[in-house]
């Protein structure tokens, strides 16, 4: 009786389907644990052996506190929407609805074949009108609540109407137009625009006009981080800059909720470190400069500054390019030069403008006046100051700031030996002495001293105020593309009006042609029904579905509700939660705002949706490579190419191949030549008879020809194995490189563990035999240890314990089944089809899945006697095993009993045996 690993894995698979082993409820005695994965997006290329990384380690847990008693949600979904999948619907002439129902297909297929206990009956789509609906009612409450600053949080938007009618805005500053105040009465007098004009600069979700990263052949605005060298990430598509009406998330106003929250949650150090840096809070000063430029335009420049101390070190100003005050200050002498600066700066990311080491700028001919001193200041604008922190314009102080030393250094700016009130006694510009006459009163102060008394002086002046300041922007909340939820708004005369809970969802509807309307508009806006009904034209951005499905999951059929209030209050937070660190500021931030939203509106009972967060590490392909002559077809082994790439002179072109036609290093020269046309007649120069080729560790993806299809591990060495090698690879957090060939050890791992239980001529050989002292101790030691390592998610060394544990069973000639099927309770979560397998082999008629997991007694592992090295006069003689309560008399009766002792001694009497308890024995003849 073999280990016929593919046999018993679909077996059990379809058992547990049939029997909806995995099925869950919400109404349940046990505690509760909710385990989350990040839901992946579909794509067309299926899982490589990368993705499951996280999947399995989830996996391990869930099936771990089931089997400690608990009710465990562990449910899987798909992120469908998104523009990945509009273009590759795009690229392959299929409706994304189509490609998407392909793919989910094939990912579905690939998950069950790795043996994953989620609870599918909870599946969620984020592309099904039944589960955007309830995005869309979600996007509902957004835009009909505000951030009541004075109590801070959400509220409906009807209570903010109802105190404008008895007192106007005069305790709401307005989060969107911050100097705007009315009365009771000047609200009741505007017209119906004019008030919806105004309610949407206080909405949680609204609409304005914002410069967005546009790309013509993609159709569609990109988000900062798609956007690399001034091109799309996806298909290297020039972007610019464009003005388009926008929907956006007003995420600012949560601002301190978020960070406080970080207090709350387990997410790793640099995890809290990247959203702390994201949000970006600072205390500092708003101050205005008058100024003075060509056209006689005088107007304030209001900069931020964290350093209003440094006030008189200020040398020059740097405004954003975007900024429109740039076309007022922009000289006839300096106006051309601006216009090139301007255009070069729209095909650049705030990405990519913020990590530029290259310093670029253009001085726009106009001067600000130092507010203190009246001295001229010139005004320059450059890439480094971006237009959405603070107020898009710094006062730049070389001598107290690198990148501005740089700076003034680079264009040749005269710099001023001041800052604050510290002098530093060198040579300085003309300007000295003005400045130290103007800045003498801050003498000897310290640092927080001058800055209050500035910022003290600034505000009795009228010239400036206390400020604190973040960093994070409103989130950009629609996109100009098809393949995402309707926006529930329809526009009369210039006025949103929300649609009707009872109208959702607002379907999307089927379209032939993805492309953008007429001014860059999302493709909707070509459908001449959608159009005439008013309706929005933008779509909701992918983290849209994203930022809540964690609660449908907990509730996922229900139709009059997104989640029932009681199912929200029984699963509560997720527990764990496991994903990659690319998602580490946006989705997690954007969830985390929605959560406290919903908190606050009473639909929900927790504000933090993430408990404990475990981001796992990447799974790095090892790329394979070919050499070819340079002009040739011919290629050339690794071992015959110099070190400068090159063959006998001639030069060789590195190429990747598929490693799927590679063992190990040697190349499959038949599979190559089939490989790619061009290949077809590849001659091959080979050393020892062999084609070898180069390698790498490198990003696993399609393009390299690195990816691993899970499904050939599976098929060649079983969904056990493969779980567990994903896992002994290394610690869940790192980052590690593939090696198929490693898999073998683990594989014959799984091949000794099945010959305790079997025989392959006998059958089964487990015994009913009593276990011994050594086998229950090496049995409880593996309890200890896996539990340990399961908790604290170290599951590579679980693995290691399991295979030192099936070790010392195999020396011990142990096939007893009172130690076994603990063993197997034990291996269930990492290997659940050999263990439910074995479980039933040995005797027992109920599923694994339920059983308990062993309890550790610390009896069985407590250590009674010890080996003692026995000296005579000194030097050692024999080894003797003791009991470790033996008596000083018992020891003395033991050794002197003992042959090898005796022959040692030859018939003498020792004068004295020392005995020191745990350590040694020594006689002294």
């Known amino acids: 009786m073999e280990y016929s690993f593919r046999q018993i894995e679909k077996k059990w698979q379809e058992h547990w389907k049939k029997t909806n082993a995995y099925k869950v409820s919400n109404d349940s005695t ?446 950009a909340f629609s996109r100009q593309r098809y393949w995402g939820e309707p926006i529930p708004v329809k526009w009369q005369d210039g006025v949103a009006e929300p649609l009707a809970d ?67 209050d029984y699963w509560g937070q997720v527990d764990l939660y496991i994903g990659g660190t690319e998602h580490a500021v946006g989705h997690l931030l954007y969830s985390r705002m929605w959560t406290k939203v919903l908190f606050d509106l009473g639909h929900i009972g927790h504000d933090e949706p993430y408990r404990k967060l475990v981001n796992q590490g990447m799974i790095q392909g090892s790329s394979r490579f070919v050499y070819r002559i340079t002009g040739t077809n011919t290629f050339v082994s690794k071992g015959l190419a110099q070190a400068d790439e090159t063959y006998e002179g001639q030069k060789l072109d590195k190429l990747h191949v598929d490693v799927n036609i590679v063992d190990g290093y040697e190349l499959d020269i038949t599979a190559f030549r089939a490989w790619r046309p061009d290949y077809n007649t590849a001659e091959f120069i080979l050393e020892d008879d062999k084609y070898l080729c180069g390698s790498e560790v490198e990003k696993m993806s399609k393009s390299k020809f690195n990816t691993v299809n899970p499904d050939h591990i599976v098929d060649r060495y079983g969904a056990d194995t493969f779980r567990m090698y994903e896992m002994f690879l290394g610690p869940v957090e790192l980052s590690k490189p593939w090696d198929t060939k490693g898999i073998e050890g683990v594989h014959r791992f799984l091949k000794k563990m099945w010959r305790l239980f079997v025989d392959e001529q006998k059958g089964s050989i487990v015994t009913n035999d009593a276990p011994t002292p050594e086998e229950l101790k090496v049995l409880h030691r593996a309890v200890r240890k896996i539990e340990e390592d399961t908790e604290r998610f170290s599951f590579n060394t679980g693995v290691s314990s399991f295979m030192i544990c099936v070790n010392e069973l195999t020396d011990l000639k142990c096939h007893k089944k009172a130690i076994l099927e603990q063993v197997l309770i034990l291996i269930t979560p990492y290997a659940p089809h050999i263990s439910e397998e074995l479980w039933q082999l040995v005797g027992n008629s109920g599923s694994i899945l339920d059983a308990a997991f062993p309890v550790f007694e610390e009896k069985y592992v407590k250590e009674s006697s010890k080996t003692y090295p026995v000296a005579i006069n000194g030097k050692t003689r024999a080894e003797i095993n003791i009991a470790l309560d033996a008596t000083q008399q018992q020891v003395e009766e033991i050794v002197l009993a003992d042959v090898a002792i005796a022959k040692w001694l030859e018939g003498k009497s020792p004068k004295k045996v020392i005995y020191v308890k745990n350590k040694m024995i020594n006689l002294v003849v």
């Not at 509807?509 to 860059?520: D, K, L, M, N, T």
């Open 30 to 475: 046990k505690p509760k644990c909710y385990v989350l994965d990040m839901f992946p997006y579909p794509s067309g290329a299926g899982l490589h052996v990368g993705h499951p990384l996280g999947y399995i380690a989830s996996d391990i847990y869930s099936r771990f506190r089931r089997l400690k008693g608990f009710n465990v949600l562990h449910p899987m979904g798909y992120d469908a929407f998104g523009l990945p999948a509009e273009q590759y619907a795009i690229e392959h002439g299929v409706h994304p609805a189509v490609s998407t129902e392909q793919n989910i297909a094939t990912f579905r297929r690939q998950l069950d074949n790795i043996g994953f206990s989620f609870d599918w009956d909870r599946e969620v789509r984020t592309s099904d009108p039944k589960y955007y609906k309830w995005t869309q009612w979600i996007f509902l409450q957004l835009f009909r609540s505000f951030f009541n600053r004075h109590t801070g949080k959400a509220e409906p938007i009807s209570g903010l109407v109802a105190t404008f009618e008895k007192e106007g805005n005069s305790s709401h500053i307005c989060p969107g137009n911050p100097t705007l105040k009315f009365s009771a009465g000047e609200w009741s007098a505007f017209d119906k625009k004019r008030k919806e004009d105004i309610l949407m600069d206080y909405r949680l979700t609204y609409c304005g006009f914002g410069e967005v990263n546009w790309c013509e052949a993609l159709g569609t605005v990109l988000a900062n981080d798609e956007v690399v060298n001034g091109v799309s990430e996806r298909g290297g598509f020039p972007v610019v800059k464009k003005k388009l009406r926008q929907w956006y998330l007003r995420i600012t106003e949560y601002a301190d909720r978020l960070l406080e929250g970080l207090e709350k949650v387990e997410f790793s150090d640099s995890m809290k470190e990247m959203q702390t840096n994201w949000i970006g809070k600072s205390h500092g000063a708003e101050m205005d400069f008058k100024v003075k430029s060509e056209k006689g335009i005088v107007k304030n420049l209001r900069v931020y500054t964290t350093r209003p101390d440094t006030i008189f070190g200020v040398d020059f100003m740097v405004i954003a390019p975007e900024l429109e005050i740039v076309e007022d200050l922009k000289s006839a002498e300096h106006g051309p030069a601006v216009d090139a600066y301007l255009e070069y700066v729209k095909s650049r990311s705030e990405r990519e403008r913020m990590a530029e080491k290259k310093i670029s700028g253009v001085f726009t001919g106009a001067y600000a006046l130092n507010p203190f001193s009246g001295r001229e200041i010139p005004i320059w604008t450059s890439e480094y100051v971006l237009a959405g922190y603070g107020t898009g314009a710094i006062m730049a102080v070389p001598c107290g700031d690198e990148r501005d030393h740089k700076f003034a250094e680079h264009f040749g700016i005269p710099i001023t030996n001041i800052i604050g009130s510290h002098y530093n006694g060198s040579e300085a510009n003309s300007t000295k002495d003005a400045i130290l006459e103007h800045s003498d009163f801050l003498n000897g102060m310290p640092m927080r001293k001058a800055m209050d008394v500035v910022v003290d002086k600034i505000e009795a002046d009228g010239t400036g105020k206390r400020k604190v300041n973040y960093k994070m922007r409103d989130a």
């Open 502 to 568: 009872g109208d959702l969802p607002l379907e999307l509807p089927f379209v032939e042609s993805y492309r953008p309307g007429p001014e860059g508009e999302g493709p909707l806006s070509n459908i001449p029904e959608w159009v005439a009904r008013e309706l929005e034209t933008n779509t909701m951005p992918g983290y849209a579905g994203s930022s809540w499905y964690f609660l449908r999951y907990m509730d996922p059929h229900n139709e009059t509700a997104f989640c029932d209030r009681k199912a929200s």
